[in-house]
């Protein structure tokens, strides 16, 4: 079993950054590729961003690339999400996952509201 705790979410105006941190507790971390997902209000949870555990390889979707980053500390059970250039349609809860594989995600946090005003 993996848990997994996000933090960082907030009010942020357009243009504005937030760090997301995802504690991970369980199992071990370092072999788990990581993913953080996000859901805006009547819409389907998306893929934002993921990082596999091997190389360390990223993955973005379009719509993040250039502006968000990840990044993991194998060293602290913990994930990143660095946001920079925020921007209004970024408005989501932000959910951090865990799994084998890239795109196989076994484990979900609660999530963790970032919301950008105009």
């Known amino acids: 079993q993996v848990q997994l705790v996000e933090s960082g979410g907030g009010l942020v105006q357009a243009g504005g950054s937030l760090r997301l941190s995802c504690a991970a507790s369980?199992?071990?971390?370092?072999?788990?590729?990581m993913g953080w997902f996000r859901q805006a209000p009547g819409k389907e949870r998306e893929f934002v961003a993921a990082?596999?555990?091997?190389?360390?390889?990223?993955h973005y979707t379009d719509s993040v690339k250039g502006r968000f980053t990840i990044s993991r500390d194998n060293a602290k059970n913990t994930v990143y999400l660095q946001m920079n250039s925020l921007k209004p349609e970024d408005t989501a809860v932000y959910y951090c996952?865990?799994?084998?594989?890239?795109?196989?995600?076994?484990?979900w946090g609660q999530g963790t509201q970032v919301t950008v005003s105009s």
């Open positions: 996952a865990a799994g084998p594989i890239v795109g196989e995600y076994a484990y």
């Open positions: 990082i596999n555990w091997r190389r360390g390889t990223r």
């Open positions: 369980g199992r071990t971390f370092s072999s788990y590729a």
